[in-house]
């Protein structure tokens, strides 16, 4: 290990100290933390700026540069985006607390003393919460609100966890409690009120999606290959539901009908535990390779392969149109340029939806941003990485390339092509 490979570690390992929520703490963001934390990631920028790249291994490299787009992506999120300003979600204390009762990524020991911890700060967290934000979105107050009535189940689950080893967290829990139920009237009284868009707009949006997405695309590459790829899949789509009920591709409604021959509800995704599983022992080499966009993407691509029946071809081509369609709805929510209506009306003509998962997806776009695009985004790119492996290896079996692309962990796709050699 040479002196640049020692100070890229010693950089990266603190930075990914800032990158992550630590045991037993709530990702509390009030004025003077968020000062804090931005000028910590100045400095990690820094810090990772002046690391010789020249002189590390190509692996290295790559990790260098996944680590400063980290620490890049959270201080644009902190200070341009702000959402702990104006987006009540962000102060919710509810997912901090829940993770530690449904991922047995610790002993139940560590997992308790984890949420004792965090639900003694809930009262004070809340506090700062009334005193950060500002002008909020409706939206997001009223799915706030909602979120934070989950909290009777949550405790419920932490108190049988204490149980379990013998831990008292009563007054935690009823503190914790009170602070949620002041917290909910608090907001209640606000949702009228609050009316900021909550759409990012052009700028910020883009912005937003080179930082999260890490691919190196604008919305309008985004939007444009989504489109393009949603008239590909709906003329196959429609050629397979005519095949399947000997019908004619002409025929009003012939995919619909197909789709509720075979049943409407999704099928358990598997892939997607199955990629995690296969990248977990890379992983652990290299814990920054982590992104969503290859995990989503990867779940969409693993599902093509094989020779699947008339039926799964269908349902596969059908996840295709609206993985497709998320991306679109997305860039155009935040692009400003479609409204609810309209929206609810492309995804059930186009996607092939009912009427409540449409307005489903219109609301989620507007809570998050840059989400939706992931699973298309991220698929693209890696059947785009396969094509240029069976070149390279003709001889090879789909198995066999695709046991390539997870040795290396789940790296944004682009980091992926670095370092296959692509």
């Known amino acids: ?18 990158l992550s929520l630590a045991d ?67 102060w919710s204390p509810i997912p901090a607390l829940t993770i530690l009762t449904e991922a047995e ?4 020991d560590a997992r308790v003393a984890s949420a004792k911890s965090r639900l003694a700060q809930v009262p004070e967290f809340l506090t700062h919460a009334r005193e950060t934000l500002g002008e909020m979105s409706g939206m997001h107050v009223a799915a706030a609100m909602e979120q934070l009535r989950g909290f009777p189940g949550t ?8 149980a379990e080893v013998g831990c008292d967290v009563g007054q935690e829990l009823d503190e914790a409690g009170a602070a949620v139920g002041d917290h909910l009237g608090w907001l209640n009284q606000r949702l009228a009120g609050s ?95 982590r992104s969503e966009v290859f995990i989503a993407g990867w779940a969409v691509y693993d599902e093509q392969s094989g020779q699947p029946s008339q039926a799964i ?30 929206a609810v009306d492309l995804l059930i003509r186009r996607g092939f939806i009912d009427a409540k998962a449409a307005e489903d997806a219109w609301r989620r776009a507007l809570l998050t941003a840059t989400v939706l695009p992931t699973a298309f985004v ?17 001889d090879w079996s789909v198995q066999q390339v695709s046991a390539l692309m997870v040795s290396q962990g789940s790296p944004g796709p682009r980091h992926l092509r670095v370092l296959l050699g692509l």
Do not use: K
């Open 155 to 162: 405790a419920a689950q932490i108190a049988q966890l204490a």
């Open 313 to 342: 071809r269908m349902q596969q081509l059908h996840q295709q149109a609206r993985v497709a369609l998320w991306a679109i709805l997305d860039a155009r929510v935040h692009g400003g340029d479609i409204v609810e209506p309209e």
């Open 24 to 90: 037993g703490v709530l990702p509390d963001r009030d004025t003077e933390r968020v000062a804090d934390l931005v000028q910590s990631l100045d400095d990690h920028l820094t810090r990772l700026d002046a690391v010789d790249d020249v002189e590390l291994p190509l692996a290295e490299q790559v990790d260098l540069e996944i680590v400063r787009g980290r620490v890049a992506a959270l201080r644009f999120d902190l200070v341009d985006v702000a959402r702990h300003r104006w987006d009540p979600l962000q």
């Open 195 to 289: 009316q900021r868009d909550p759409r990012l707009g052009v700028r910020l949006y883009s912005a937003a999606m080179w930082h999260h997405l890490d691919e190196q695309l604008t919305p309008v590459d985004v939007l444009a290959a989504a489109e393009d790829h949603l008239d590909v899949v709906t003329t196959q789509l429609r050629e397979c539901a005519a095949e399947y009920r000997g019908s004619a591709v002409t025929e009003r409604g012939v995919v619909r009908a197909a789709l509720d021959d075979i049943g409407r509800q999704a099928r358990p995704n598997l892939h997607l535990h199955s990629a995690t599983a296969q990248t977990a022992g890379s992983l652990d080499e290299h814990p920054f390779r």
């Open 105 to 108: 990524f610790s002993t139940v």
């Open 1 to 18: 290990m040479n002196d640049a490979s020692v100070e890229f570690r010693q950089a990266a390992a603190a930075a990914a100290a800032d």
């Open 378 to 394: 991220g698929y693209r790119a890696l059947a785009s990485i396969a094509a240029d492996l069976h070149v390279l290896h003709p």
